[in-house]
């Protein structure tokens, strides 16, 4: 075993621990669509209370959603490309779940404050939770693989020395 050996089975490992988490993210993405069909938000109290879908007509859980999918998707296809010098940037799926987050973060902290009569009324539901916390997960997981990458060197042999997942 030489010293050349070395760095390339640490650049092969990189690249799979990258790979594995670009799946998770897109795992991730799939299950913040699939929770955007629960219930999200409740207006009123009592078995007259009005529950909508992160989908509902209007509702600003649906940007939630699209982020952490399009964050989900953007991984996993990044992930799956096997062509050299192809794939995904890790910032770009990244910088995408964090808005999830963030959005998630907003309109549950801002939920009260629709307006001064009836933000008292406005509840939250599992879908909120499931894709505050989906939202938190995937942000962490690409935040992982973000933090990983490196450019010390070209890791696809193209020459650019850029990081791709």
């Known amino acids: 075993m030489s010293a050349h050996d070395s760095p390339s089975r640490g650049s ?13 993210a897109g795992v991730l993405g799939v299950l913040m669509f699939i ?10 109290d009592g078995d007259s209370a009005h529950k909508y879908s992160g989908y509902a007509f209007q509702m600003p859980t649906t940007a939630i959603i699209g982020f952490s999918l399009a964050a989900g998707l953007l991984a996993l296809l990044g992930a799956t490309e096997r062509r050299r010098g192809r794939g995904v940037p890790s910032a770009i799926p990244t910088a995408l779940a964090a808005t999830s987050l963030l ?28 894709g505050l916390l989906t939202a938190l997960v995937q942000t962490a997981v690409l935040g992982m693989g973000l933090a990983s990458r490196h450019d010390d060197g070209d890791d696809s042999g193209s020459g650019t020395g850029r990081g791709r997942i």
């Open 35 to 44: 929770w955007g069909f629960l219930k999200w938000l409740k207006f009123g």
């Open 12 to 24: 092969s490992s990189t690249m799979q621990r990258e790979r594995m988490l670009s799946m998770v």
């Open 103 to 130: 959005l998630a973060v907003g309109v549950y902290l801002g939920k009260g404050s629709i307006s001064p009569d009836s933000g008292s009324k406005v509840g939250v539901q599992i879908g909120l939770i499931l």
